[in-house]
C-alpha cells in the first residue's frame, strides 16, 4: 500500500512538473497574430520594411510617411502590429495629424524572426533596431508603446533612445505582472506564476535584471506620458503611480493621465479624450 501510495504521489508530481513547463513554454511562444489590414486600409501608402538586430533577428514592420516627426509604434504581449484594439487606431490618429509612423512585429511576433518571446529583455534590441532605421529618415522621434512596449518604451527614454515617449499601461513589476498574467492569460491561479517564471526564464533566455526599474541607470532626461487605467487587471493605478515618482526621482519630466478603462484600452474607452491627450502631448513636447 506504501509504495503505491509514494508512485501515485511521484506521478502527480511528475504530471505537475510537465504541465509547469507546458505553461511555462506557452507562455513564452505566443500565438503570431498575423492580420489582413494595412495601412493601405486606412488610406495611406506604406512601405514593407525589413530590420535587423543586434542578435542578427529579422524583424517585419511598415513605415508610413508623413511629416518630419516620426513615432515608433511598440505593440504589447502576444499581439503585433496588426493588432485592432489600439495599433491600428492609434495609426490612423497620428498619420492623420501629419506624423509620420514606424510600426513593426516584436521577434516571434508577427512575422518577424524568433521562436520565443522574451517579455520585453531581449526585446529592447528589437526596439534599437527600429530607432537606428528611423534615424536614417527623421531627426525627431517619439516612441508610443502599449503594455510590453510600454515597459520598452520607458526603458529607451532611460538609456538615451529616445527623449519623448509615451507608455500606456506599461508594467512596472514584471513578476506582479507575471502573476496576474496567469489568471488573465491562462485562467490559473497568481500563485502558480511563482513556479513558471524560472522555466520560462529558462527556455526563452530571459535576465529578469534586465526588466527591473531600479536597474535603470540614475541619471534619466527626457518627457513621458505615463497612461493607466483603473480596471486594469494587470497593472494597478499604484504600480503606475510609482513609476511616475520613479522617473521624476531620476530626472525625467513626466505627465500621468488615470482612464477608467481596463488595460491597453483607454484609447477604445474615449476615443477623441485620447487622442486630444495624445496629439496635444507629443505637439507640444517635440
Not at 45 to 51: F, L, N, R, S
Not at 190 to 208: K, M
Request: charged share 20%.
Amino acid at each position: 500500500m506504501l509504495l503505491i501510495l509514494m508512485a501515485g504521489i511521484t506521478a502527480l508530481f511528475l504530471l505537475f512538473f510537465v504541465f509547469v513547463f507546458f505553461v511555462a513554454y506557452k507562455l513564452v511562444t505566443p500565438k503570431r497574430l498575423i492580420g489582413k489590414w494595412t495601412p493601405e486600409s486606412l488610406g495611406y501608402e506604406y512601405k514593407d520594411v525589413q530590420i535587423r538586430t543586434k542578435d542578427g533577428l529579422y524583424l517585419s514592420g511598415w513605415y508610413v510617411p508623413r511629416g518630419d516627426e516620426c513615432v515608433i509604434l511598440l505593440h504589447g504581449y502576444s499581439v503585433s502590429r496588426w493588432d485592432t484594439v489600439y495599433m491600428k487606431k492609434v495609426l490612423d490618429i497620428l498619420v492623420s495629424h501629419n506624423f509620420s509612423v514606424f510600426m513593426f512585429d516584436f521577434r516571434a511576433h508577427g512575422k518577424s524572426d524568433g521562436k520565443h518571446t522574451t517579455l520585453g529583455d531581449k526585446e529592447y534590441l528589437d526596439v534599437e533596431a527600429a530607432v537606428k532605421w528611423v534615424q536614417r529618415k527623421h531627426h525627431k522621434i517619439a516612441i508610443v508603446g502599449y503594455s510590453m512596449g510600454g515597459f520598452l518604451a520607458v526603458k529607451a527614454l532611460a538609456y538615451g533612445l529616445s527623449k519623448l515617449v509615451v507608455a500606456d499601461s506599461p508594467y512596472v513589476d514584471i513578476h506582479a505582472t507575471g502573476a496576474r498574467g496567469m489568471k488573465y492569460f491562462a485562467s490559473l491561479p497568481e500563485w502558480f506564476y511563482v513556479f513558471v517564471r524560472y522555466p520560462a526564464a529558462l527556455i526563452a533566455g530571459i535576465s529578469f535584471r534586465n526588466l527591473t526599474l531600479e536597474n535603470f541607470p540614475e541619471r534619466i532626461t527626457g518627457k513621458c506620458l505615463i497612461i493607466g487605467g483603473k480596471r486594469d487587471p494587470l497593472v494597478t493605478v499604484n504600480e503606475i503611480e510609482h513609476l511616475s515618482k520613479f522617473l521624476k526621482r531620476r530626472g525625467a519630466e513626466v505627465k500621468v493621465w488615470i482612464t477608467d478603462a481596463a488595460h491597453v484600452r483607454s484609447l477604445a474607452h474615449d476615443e477623441d479624450a485620447y487622442a486630444m491627450m495624445l496629439i496635444e502631448f507629443l505637439q507640444n513636447s517635440f
